[in-house]
């Protein structure tokens, strides 16, 4: 049975070297920066262009949601935003939830998407008692594929020609994690 209330609950995640905190009007403009970077928007598959106050009235709004867990990653020593990961779609009788992420372009490729997973997982499986986690990843994002595998995520299936981008179709990938077969290697 899986604690709802946990994902009423907005924790702070402490890491070694980052912090996940409650998305907030306090991460809006740093958010929004990220969704105009081109390359990030083509990692996300994200079509649509976002104004700031659009942002601004997601985050603002973020603490309010019952069902989801919207998170900012913030480094631990300087406060700086660099992404923002979710737990939603939330299926309570199933006790699975689906894992989204976004790093501004800077964050990549220091480990930091990796300890940031890591951090959400254990808590989707310890405090909100999750049983599985899944998430959709693009064939073409091999970092991120491989990041996935480190925290335990197995490929699952392939949704064939599922993202159209820039005129050329491209798979997407279902990976998932169990809470039974976390990996053991040191955080």
Known sequence: MIDACALSEKPVLPGSRIRLAPLSIRHATGFHTTTLDPEIRRLTGTHRHFTLEDIRAWCSGRADQKDRLDLAIEDRETGDYLGDLALMGIDADNAYGMLRIALVPGATDRGIGTEAIRLLLDYAFDR????????????????????????????????????????????????????????????
């Open 128 to 187: 909100v008692r999750l049983h599985r986690v899944q998430l959709e990843v693009f064939t073409f994002n091999e970092r991120a594929r491989r990041a996935y595998e480190k925290c335990g995520f197995e490929v699952e299936g392939r949704m064939r020609e599922a993202l159209a981008w820039n005129g050329e179709w491209h798979d997407v990938l279902l990976m998932a994690a169990l809470s039974g077969a976390r990996p053991t290697i040191a955080r």
